[in-house]
């Protein structure tokens, strides 16, 4: 016959003996069912966490507004304030020496200021008034918009002047000889006012 003690003993150690197997076998097969990274996958995770902040500021940038040709023409050609007035001055890379009265001058003539503006913004046009008159799209008046061409004089012939469209009444030009790339008020100015003939949107 058992002793009573030792049979209690034995009952306690096994339950006990039980209890751990039970919770090492529990802990065992959860470790089992996560997936442990291996160094690779931890480099890919790394990678891509590095990866997400660029593409939030690409997804900025695709939001921001994006400049017209025609705004970037006429900022380019803000650039020239100043720069003198020379006759047949002017090419796609800047100011230039010009042609007969304006060949001791380094500048812009009229039209020169324009190609050179909206050849920034990709666009090339001829070093002549009258043929930039027909390089784009008429524009109504009241649909102009930042750097459209604005001509003047000429008749019912080709125009004679060409300037950039800056926003309400201002445009930007080379005015003539002895003058200088400088910002004027077309609607204010009577002869601007009196010959115009029409405004045209390259390419």
Do not use: E
């Amino acid at each position: 016959m058992t002793d009573p003690i030792v049979s209690l003993w034995l009952t306690l150690s096994g339950a006990l003996l039980t209890a751990v197997l039970t919770t090492t076998l529990t802990t065992t097969a959860a470790r089992a069912a996560t997936p442990t990274r291996s160094a690779t996958q931890t480099q890919i995770a790394a990678t891509l966490t590095r990866a997400a902040t660029p593409a939030k500021l690409l997804l900025t940038k695709k939001k921001q507004k994006l400049l017209t040709r025609g705004q970037i023409a006429a900022a380019a050609a803000l650039t020239q304030l100043g720069v003198s007035f020379s006759w047949g001055g002017g090419s796609a890379k800047g100011p230039t020496l010009g042609i007969g009265r304006g060949a001791s001058t380094r500048g812009f003539d009229c039209s020169g200021l324009t190609l050179y503006a909206w050849s920034r913004a990709g666009i090339r046009l001829a070093h002549y008034t009258g043929t930039q008159f027909r390089q784009g799209r008429k524009i109504p008046f009241g649909a102009r918009r930042t750097g459209d061409l604005l001509f003047f004089g000429g008749g019912t012939g080709d125009p004679t002047h060409v300037a950039l469209f800056l926003g309400g009444s201002l445009m930007i030009h080379a005015p003539r000889t002895g003058d200088v790339v400088r910002r004027t008020n077309f609607l204010n100015t009577p002869y601007y006012r009196t010959t115009f003939r029409g405004a045209v949107r390259p390419g």
